[in-house]
């Protein structure tokens, strides 16, 4: 452990190059020799228009100690090539990696505000992260990547760390992966966290006789269904990018809307409950957030059409919706096996290799607005939209098309049909899974887990992490678009519990 201040973690055999044409400044990276040139998904983090930073968020249960995060970052993070690199142009302009020296005093921040002088600390650290929002991180003369290690006690936590990373350094799995890959377990401080994993079905071709042929059927009918669904996918995609846009709510952002700050707002629910809709409903925890989703948002837009009538001297109804409103989330996969928490952690350790990068391919998820009389009817249409999304391979070739644009035209083509087909859609949904037991941070027991993001051309972005059993959901909103965020989440608490009282009713006749 070490007290020292600015603390350097340092690689070999570094020399001076220049990093800027403009500035002509000279930053030191290891030789050119062997530098990895950004992959095309990387680079197109880096336009005017798609200049997109990945936020986590995480509840301490006590206070942070910053020296033993410094001195801990050396030993892992800092072992992670993306995280002690530069992305330097090379003689042809093109963006590469290179290896450099890392300040950690640059990296590792820690205000210090007055004292006494924070009245309401809740609205302190909202403010402080919205903050980070109104800014970037200088390529040229550091690492994209910096740690904000806020000692303010709020109704959440007793302190507060936020992340950023530039999304160039990876995609949100493959980071949240390598962040948990730097916790251990509270009961076991030499153990990495659990992730629940995905149970997977397979069709048996074996057997014999009519259970056989009955078997080929059912993989013919399923193959038949899955080239229909991408077909009907990709042409949808394709179509969106041209012309086919969601219906002007007050959820939808007006141009520009990617160089404007954000609010970030969290709340924290209980996956219990999320699990016992699920059980009840034969359904995933995926399809219960997504439909709760859905049921807040319909009820939010429902109030805000209410208002618009109201100002227009038209008497508010009990249903304010209009008809079939158009709204539809992007959702990002990453195609690229991600590596788990344990290669992650035995790169770290031991410089070993582990798989990684930006694979991403676009899904264009329909997001249910209606009101509908019975609550479980978000989950059950929820579950319907997951059900046949998982049966495509939109995502796959949403990608191939996108890298057949981008080796044909460009990457400003590639960036301008990426960000034309976000702007046609309305926001960006995610679902995360975290670990089934606590852990700590460098030795700072975690009382929560938020992910969110700046940067894209969405006006609301929803992410849900899991953690023990708890359920984090960020609103990640435009406050031109969307004024009133805290309603937007207090909209989705109460879904959640008309949800879950849907669920108990029957139960509770039937004793």
């Not at 909209?491 to 879950?500: G, H, M, N, Q, T």
Request: proline share 6%; net charge positive; glycine share 4%.
């Amino acid at each position: 452990m070490s007290s020292q201040k600015g603390l350097r973690w340092r690689k070999p055999a570094l020399k001076p190059i220049l990093t800027s044409q403009a500035n002509k400044q000279v930053v030191n990276v290891v030789d050119e020799e062997g530098e990895e040139p950004l992959s095309p998904s990387a680079r197109l983090f880096h336009e005017p228009n798609f200049n997109v930073y990945i936020i986590a968020i995480m509840g301490c249960k006590n206070r942070i100690y910053p020296d033993l995060i410094r001195a801990n970052l050396g030993h892992t993070l800092l072992r992670h090539p993306r995280f002690s690199s530069l992305q330097v142009e090379d003689r042809n302009g093109k963006l590469k990696w290179a290896r450099t020296e890392v300040d950690l005093e640059k990296h590792v921040i820690v205000p210090e505000p007055e004292p006494n002088s924070i009245e309401f600390p809740d609205e302190w650290v909202e403010d402080y992260i919205s903050n980070l929002s109104k800014t970037t991180i200088d390529r040229s003369q550091q690492p994209l990547w910096d740690l904000h290690l806020l000692n303010i006690k709020t109704s959440d936590a007793e302190a507060t760390v936020v992340l950023r990373i530039h999304h160039s350094l990876g995609d949100g799995s493959s980071l949240m992966s390598l962040l948990l890959a730097c916790t251990r377990q509270i009961s076991n401080p030499d153990a990495l966290p659990t992730i629940p994993s995905k149970k997977k079905n397979q069709l048996s071709l074996c057997g014999s006789g009519a259970g056989r042929i009955q078997r080929w059927i059912v993989r013919l009918w399923w193959f038949t269904v899955l080239i229909w669904n991408t077909v009907v996918d990709v042409f949808k995609f394709a179509v969106t990018a041209v012309f086919l846009m969601d219906t002007e709510t007050p959820l939808k952002a007006s141009p520009g809307v990617e160089l404007r700050p954000r609010r970030f707002v969290y709340r924290t629910i209980s996956l219990d409950d999320i699990k016992l809709i699920k059980n009840a409903m034969n359904a995933t925890v995926n399809d219960v957030a997504l439909g709760i989703t859905q049921a807040g948002l319909s009820r939010y837009l429902n109030c805000k059409y209410g208002e618009m009538r109201r100002s227009s001297g038209t008497a508010e109804v009990e249903n304010n919706l209009p008809k079939n409103i158009r709204l539809r989330s992007t959702l990002l996969m990453n195609l690229r096996p991600a590596a788990g928490i344990q290669a992650l952690a035995n790169m770290m350790e031991k410089n070993t290799e582990a798989k990684w990068g930006n694979w991403i391919g676009y899904v264009l998820l329909p997001i249910d607005i209606a009101l509908h009389q019975n609550p479980l009817e978000y989950v059950r249409r929820a579950k319907t939209t997951v059900d046949r999304k998982k049966h495509s391979l939109e995502a796959i070739y949403t990608f191939s098309i996108a890298e057949v644009v981008l080796k044909l035209f460009g990457i400003k083509r590639a960036s301008a049909l990426s960000r034309r087909v976000i702007m046609h859609t309305t926001m960006c949904f995610s679902n995360l899974v975290g670990p089934v037991e606590e852990i700590g941070f460098y030795g700072h027991p975690m009382t929560f887990l938020a992910p969110g993001c700046y940067g894209q051309p969405h006006g609301l972005m929803i992410n849900f992490q899991s953690y023990v059993n708890k359920m984090t959901f960020v609103v990640s909103a435009d406050e031109d678009t969307i004024p009133d965020p805290h309603q937007l989440c207090q909209d989705i608490v109460k879904s959640l519990e008309l949800i879950r009282d849907a669920v108990k009713e029957p139960r509770a006749r039937q004793t």
